[in-house]
């Protein structure tokens, strides 16, 4: 059974820094490929960072400001987010796409709230 569970979210005022964490179960390995999303109210959801393998990736939107590492030993995935901004407020779901095209997430978490004030 595979579940992906986030924490590491909260309330931050601008500028600050939060490292949001995607624990994975059900697999031996974490997947080739994950990815972050954050979906705000009223807009599309926002892949954020993904990776492949050991390719990380990062929209233009958080360039600069995040970054993905990982844990092996504990499954885990991490997303490290400086100097926030109000903009980045929302809804953060890791996901996990269980083959290597990287194209069809399948399993989520049910996502960590950040609030940037």
């Known amino acids: 059974h595979v579940q992906l569970v986030e924490s590491g979210g909260g309330s931050v005022q601008a500028g600050g820094s939060l490292r949001l964490s995607c624990a994975v179960s059900?697999?031996?390995?974490?997947?080739?490929?994950m990815a972050w999303f954050r979906q705000v109210p009223g807009k599309g959801r926002e892949e954020v960072a993904s990776?492949?393998?050991?390719?990380?990736i990062y929209a233009d939107s958080v360039s600069g400001r995040v970054t993905l590492t990982e844990d092996s030993a504990e499954n885990t995935l991490y997303l490290q987010i400086d100097s926030l901004k109000p903009e980045d407020t929302g809804t953060y779901f890791c996901?996990?796409?269980?083959?290597?095209?990287?194209?069809?997430?399948?399993?989520w978490g049910q996502g960590t709230q950040v609030t940037v004030s």
């Open positions: 990776i492949a393998g050991e390719t990380r």
């Open positions: 059900g697999y031996r390995h974490r997947p080739y490929c």
């Open positions: 996901a996990a796409d269980p083959g290597l095209a990287c194209s069809t997430y399948s399993h």
